[in-house]
């Protein structure tokens, strides 16, 4: 292998079966499906062309970076697209403190990554400094390939192709990301109209192909549909014009007034009018002219029933009877984390504005998971919930990813655009997530924070900031146990707060009867003491008829003594069991009554 990659190195010239490339389509999740126009298109190679591309692509890596201006953060390592978002609603905030209207353009380049000119590539490449052999190895590696497309019917016979850049290859991301920032920055760089956060000039955003651009004036969103247009004609690029659209932000008076100017003088892109909307997703966020609070708002309505729809599909899992063995809840609870969890809160880290209400709805969404896989009523007591699964309360989520973004973000270097908003919202006290964010480092008590110059590694951050939330979040709980006539005798009052060791090791029957009985949700009479079927009779145990039917009394009812032999019920295990025969019993009891 090291041979042939000298001799391609050497002769600057690959080999034909360096061409093969499969092309994968994958869904984008919107639109109809036999619709190609929805797909995406990932080229594959064989791993042998890959590792020479990946030996070129590493060489080329640091001048490419270097040239990418701080606007531009696409495939860039070490950066993260909540940046972008920080900045942009850190902007917001500071612009509707002082009462001024914003207008945010979102610009959607068509098939981007399908439709890039090599030879314009190649210009950005030489711009960053790629010269000599490895200028000539980047075109050799991408002017010619013979593809062949992946469908569910077979593959597709090999077709030559002309000059493109692969979508999905070792350095596509990266070359795509530097020719769209070689393009805006040329001129938008030199424009006068851009806005600012206090001293730091804001130029449009970029996330690969992703452009967003705040301005206060018609004149000014005018001029940059016009850099646009031009930027795509240079480029030999189009726009979805029917995509591209602009939100007004701000009072309702200022706003108005923006809108009855552009009444008179609409935005004009490529000729077209430039739609006005109420909300627009940029980055997964679904940016609402209401506000950042109604951002939010309408960002977790929109993932709501997509939430629900998985809950149902873990509910249906865990309740399969083929599977109905040790450590099914556990499946259900790891399917909640890995799966459904990171699609909720994506973004969350930005979420400063979050209300009581949007936050009531996550907190009621992870309650809903939970009585389905315990399998209980509404009226289960919530706290229980989260003490024995050990999942955290989403509040405490969303404080834990907003600190370790602020870690993440004051550890970034000076010359990236967010750790500047963020040195400027730290020292002259905006309003926005840095400040907001502060304060709930205060109220955890951290032995360290951001506003210092520490030099702690970031798991060691990381670990500090999981401890000090799991404290916070066990606190809260254990308060709420004791405040609850159900919970406050029980056995929770004396745990440490962590996921309980019966998830793991019952079937699903027995862990849910066990958790019913800790708490207080199991099926005896003085649990559902107001029942009048049960009053009427002064809650008399059926088995025994001598003692009110408390789980106290069940776990001593003279009746059940012969279920209790050669039985611990200080262990999980004998105790759900012993509770599935009492219930059996009962059950019988009841039925011949």
Not at 147 to 159: E, H, P, Q, W, Y
Not at 451 to 465: D, P, Q, T
């Amino acid at each position: 292998i090291l041979h042939l990659f000298q001799t391609i190195w050497k002769e600057e010239n690959k080999p034909d079966q360096f061409k093969e490339t499969t092309i994968v389509q994958i869904y984008k999740g919107k639109g109809e499906l036999d619709n190609l126009n929805n797909q995406r298109n990932i080229h594959t190679k064989d791993y042998l062309p890959k590792t020479f591309e990946t030996a070129v692509v590493n060489k080329s890596k640091m001048n490419i970076i270097s040239k990418c201006c701080k606007f531009q953060i696409g495939a860039l390592p070490g950066h993260r697209p909540q940046e972008h978002l920080f900045v942009l609603k850190s902007t917001i905030s500071l612009y509707s403190y002082l009462n001024i209207a914003l207008i945010f353009q979102c610009y959607d380049i068509s098939k981007y990554f399908d439709k890039e000119c090599l030879r314009d590539v190649m210009n950005s490449l030489y711009e960053a400094g790629i010269a000599g052999k490895l200028y000539r190895l980047w075109f050799e590696i991408n002017k010619s390939n013979r593809i062949k497309v992946s469908t569910g019917c077979g593959t597709s016979n090999a077709v030559e192709t002309g000059e493109n850049l692969a979508q999905g290859s070792i350095g596509g991301a990266l070359a795509s990301t530097l020719n769209l920032s070689v393009g805006i920055e040329s001129f938008f760089n030199i424009s006068s109209e851009e806005i600012s956060y206090a001293s730091n000039r804001l130029q449009p955003l970029m996330f690969q192909d992703d452009l967003a651009r705040l301005s206060t004036s018609v004149e000014s969103a005018q001029a940059s549909n016009d850099k646009i247009e031009a930027i795509m004609n240079l480029k030999q690029l189009k726009l979805n014009i029917d995509k591209c659209s602009y939100i007004l932000l701000g009072s309702r008076p200022k706003v108005e007034e923006i809108r009855k100017f552009i009444s008179k003088s609409p935005l004009l892109l490529s000729g077209n009018e430039t739609k006005e909307k109420t909300n627009d997703k940029y980055l997964g966020e679904h940016l609402h002219s209401e506000g950042l609070s109604e951002t939010i708002a309408f960002t977790v309505q929109q993932r709501h029933w997509l939430a629900v729809s998985a809950i149902m599909e873990i509910k249906t899992i865990i309740n399969d009877y083929r599977i109905n063995t040790p450590g099914v809840l556990n499946t259900g609870i790891l399917l909640w984390e890995l799966a459904v969890i990171p699609m909720i809160l994506n973004n969350s880290e930005t979420w400063n504005d979050i209300d009581a209400e949007t936050l009531k709805i996550l907190e009621d969404l992870q309650n809903t998971f939970l009585r389905y896989l315990f399998s209980t009523p509404r009226t289960s007591p919530t706290p229980a919930l989260c003490w024995d699964s050990g999942l955290l309360k989403m509040k405490y989520r969303i404080w834990q990813k907003q600190i370790n973004f602020l870690f993440h973000i004051s550890k970034l270097h000076e010359d990236t655009l967010a750790k500047q908003v963020y040195l400027i919202q730290q020292e002259n006290r905006f309003p926005g997530l840095v400040i907001d964010t502060f304060k709930k480092m205060d109220m955890l008590k951290l032995p360290f924070d951001c506003r210092e110059n520490n030099k702690l590694k970031k798991g060691k951050i990381k670990k500090e900031i999981k401890n000090a939330i799991l404290t916070k979040c066990e606190n809260e709980l254990m308060n709420e146990i004791k405040s609850l006539d159900k919970l406050k005798d029980g056995p929770m009052t004396t745990e440490e707060f962590s996921k309980r060791p019966y998830i793991n090791t019952l079937i699903p029957e027995n862990a849910r009867e066990l958790f019913k009985f800790r708490s207080k949700m199991f099926n005896v009479k003085f649990n559902y003491k107001s029942d009048p079927r049960h009053s009427n009779e002064l809650w008399k145990c059926n088995s025994c008829q001598s003692g009110i039917e408390s789980q106290d009394h069940v776990l001593w009812c003279p009746s059940y003594s012969s279920l209790r032999e050669g039985k611990n019920i200080d262990n999980d295990e004998d105790l759900a069991e012993y509770l599935k025969n009492v219930l059996i019993i009962r059950d019988k009891l009841n039925l011949i009554k």
